[in-house]
């Protein structure tokens, strides 16, 4: 059953998001895809680039930021394929006039972490992300991460039940072309779909419906927060934290400080781009 028929005019009804909790896993299947499964047994490294007042943040307050979907910049966040679309052609204009409005009124109540997949630092994610001088990456694994989040599940909104976080590498399609053999967890999986011209980012995602979304809601209700606050413990989730290749020195003693303050015994180091090369 594709998610556009088992959700379209019950999204927001309460009862109808799926009862889930804790942490699950998900890849996405598209037709034809090249790649070999992800394997999510591995520690596989992922990266946060970031400014110096968001470190700050996760350290002081010991939380995870998760923004709505809808306050990305990319307007396909949470956009359906064009095959989603033509299955509706059987349905009437109200319908699916009703399954697009709750679709996109979703991106609202959808809240994502993003991360970028790799071994080693990224020029590019520190020219996108980190260009500012006060920048910074921080380094963990998809395995302490997902332990963190296991951890926290039912703490966010206890009164309203645990909260369900879905995790997985995102993948890069033509919206034009492509078909899944798999959405994954309904209805979070279009969240893990993003269009070929990002593939650079390398992301790894986790998202999860807001809280208030399992009481129900109207259809056009929009959440009183953009976005997810998600308790985490910094010395247990971070490996290293790194300091951009475009720092000043003085920059490094600041971070220095702050992470021994925050997150005593957490590394910080200069990024590996600002060792001097020789001839």
């Not at 790799?118 to 590019?124: L, R, T, Y």
């Not at 993003?194 to 992301?203: N, Q």
């Not at 399992?214 to 300091?243: C, F, K, N, S, W």
Request: with cysteine; glycine share 4%.
């Amino acid at each position: 059953m594709s998610m556009v028929n088992k959700y379209e005019s019950r999204l927001f009804a309460k009862g109808d998001v799926p009862p889930l909790s804790g942490v699950s896993e998900l890849e996405l299947v598209p037709d034809a895809d090249p790649r070999p499964a992800f394997d999510h047994s591995d520690p596989h490294p992922i990266w946060r680039y970031t400014g110096f007042p968001k470190l700050i943040s996760l350290l002081a307050t010991q939380t995870l930021w998760f923004p709505a979907a809808s306050s990305l910049e990319d307007p396909f966040e949470g956009a359906s394929l064009d095959a989603d679309v033509a299955r509706r052609s059987s349905s009437s204009v109200d319908e699916v006039a009703a399954t697009e409005a709750a679709f996109r009124t979703l991106r609202h109540w959808a809240a994502v972490s993003c991360w970028y997949l790799s071994e080693i630092e990224s020029d590019a994610m520190w020219r996108l992300y980190g260009s500012a001088t006060e920048a910074v990456a921080v380094r963990t694994s998809t395995l302490k991460l997902k332990d963190e989040l296991t951890r926290h599940t039912e703490s966010v909104a206890p009164e309203q039940g645990p909260l369900a976080f879905v995790m997985g590498p995102v993948s890069y399609v033509d919206f034009r072309t492509t078909e899944l053999v798999s959405y994954g967890t309904d209805p979070l999986g279009r969240y893990f779909l993003k269009r070929r011209a990002f593939e650079a980012e390398r992301e790894y995602r986790v998202a999860v419906l807001m809280p208030a979304l399992y009481q129900g809601i109207e259809q056009d209700t929009l959440p009183d927060v953009p976005g997810v606050t998600v308790p985490i413990r910094p010395a247990e989730l971070i490996d290293e934290v790194v300091v951009s290749p475009f720092a000043p020195r003085w920059f490094r003693d600041v971070v220095d400080r702050a992470v021994e303050a925050f997150a005593p015994g957490v590394r910080v180091r200069a990024s590996e781009l600002s060792t001097t090369p020789r001839y």
